[in-house]
Every structure is written in structure tokens, then in C-alpha cells.
């Protein structure tokens, strides 16, 4: 298929050391998204795929720097502005999570998890409704997209 991304780099150099909590996050997310994902340029002289995306920050702006095999495809940048919110509460709800996964009984950690995913789905719906018009993605891959944009803006 050649309409994915087959390789992906968080460009984190700028950012501080992650906990080791966010750090699992993003190799989820990776591991995720290269599993399974459906990425495809929309303008009519984009290269197809399959895609080499790098994933940073540079001037409060997220940016995808996207390549093929053979060639730059271009960059999609999009403000942070509307992810803030988003991200702010899905950290909180993480860390809930996390704290809750230590100490709180099962039926509670499930509510609290159910939480998570719904702020998870609200972040990649944001990012489907960004790259309308740049790129089209599934579902699922927002939603892992939406982690690594986490795990960026949280040092950010």
C-alpha cells in the first residue's frame, strides 16, 4: 500500500528528557503507526507514498516534513493553537491514569481510561479537520498522530 507512512522520526532535540511514562507513550504510538496507518498527500502533484514523515515544532508551529524514497514531498505546517487545549487535557488525564494504575481498583482506572480515549479521539479529529485540504488520514491514525503531537508540545 502505498498511500502510509512507512517511517517516521520525532525531531526532540530541542526538548527536555522525557519521563519514562512519555516516553512508552510515543513508542506506542510508533510502534502503532508503523504497524498499521493510512496517510496520502491531496494535492494532484503530490509524490505517492509510501511516506518518510518527520514530526517537530520549529516556531510554534507543528510541522510534517514529508519525503518518499526518491524525493521531498514537501512540509504541512499547522498552528498549535488549536491542539492546546486538547494536549493540556490529555496530559492531565494521563497522568491520572498513571497515578491510577498504581494505587485505584480496576472499575476505576477503566472509567478514567475511557476519559483518556475520549480526549484521545477529540485531539485526532482536531488533526483530521487541520490536514483537510494537505493530507487525508484514518481515524486511527490521527489518533496515534495526536500522541507524538503530545509528546512534542509537552516540552514545547
Known amino acids: 500500500m502505498t498511500a502510509r507512512i512507512a517511517q517516521i522520526q520525532i525531531d526532540d532535540r530541542n526538548l527536555p528528557t522525557p519521563t519514562p511514562e512519555i516516553e512508552q507513550e510515543r513508542a506506542v504510538a510508533i510502534f502503532d503507526l508503523l504497524e498499521e496507518n493510512s496517510f496520502a498527500l491531496t494535492a494532484s ?3 505517492v507514498g509510501p511516506y518518510h514523515l518527520d514530526l517537530a515544532i520549529r516556531e510554534r ?3 510534517f516534513d514529508i519525503r518518499t524514497e526518491t524525493e521531498r514531498a514537501g512540509e504541512i505546517h499547522l498552528s498549535l493553537g488549536p491542539f492546546r487545549q486538547v494536549v493540556k487535557d490529555y496530559w492531565q488525564i494521563c497522568e491520572a491514569y498513571f497515578d491510577a494504575v498504581k494505587k485505584l481498583p480496576p472499575s476505576q482506572i477503566e472509567a ?3 476519559a483518556r480515549r475520549g480526549i484521545h479521539d477529540e485531539g485526532g479529529r482536531i488533526l483530521q479537520e487541520r490536514l483537510q485540504g494537505k493530507a487525508e488520514v484514518d481515524k ?4 496515534r498522530l495526536f500522541t507524538l503531537i503530545c509528546v512534542l508540545h ?3
Not at 486511527?140 to 489518533?143: E, G, K, P, V
Open 45 to 47: 502533484d503530490a509524490p
Open 61 to 63: 508551529r507543528l510541522v
Open 112 to 114: 478514567i481510561d475511557m
Open 140 to 143: 486511527d491514525t490521527a489518533r
Open 154 to 156: 509537552f516540552g514545547a
